[in-house]
């Protein structure tokens, strides 16, 4: 525990994270939480992804819907 109060980056770290004080309603839903706003960010980017590729045209429905499919898995 001496080395967190003697070194200056460690020091800062200390102050800000294990030293500061927690908030007493602070319970294991406030993961789930954040937990379900990580999931809202991925289907959000996802579905602006998607919403960017797909051609709403009678013609070319079948081949955006394809190019989804298989070429924008193998580039991830």
């Known amino acids: 525990m001496r080395i967190f109060k003697s070194h200056p980056l460690l020091k800062l770290v200390n102050s800000y994270?294990?030293?500061?004080?927690?908030p007493a309603n602070l319970s294991?839903?406030?993961?789930?939480?954040?937990?379900?706003?990580?999931?809202?960010?991925?289907q959000i980017v996802t579905g602006v992804?998607?919403?960017m590729?797909?051609?709403?045209?009678v013609l070319e429905a079948f081949n955006s819907v394809e190019h989804?499919?298989?070429l924008l898995l193998i580039q991830i």
């Open 17 to 22: 994270i294990i030293d500061s004080p927690q």
């Open 53 to 57: 590729h797909y051609n709403p045209s």
């Open 68 to 70: 989804m499919a298989y």
């Open 49 to 51: 992804t998607l919403a």
């Open 28 to 42: 294991y839903l406030w993961n789930f939480g954040s937990l379900l706003a990580v999931c809202l960010i991925i």
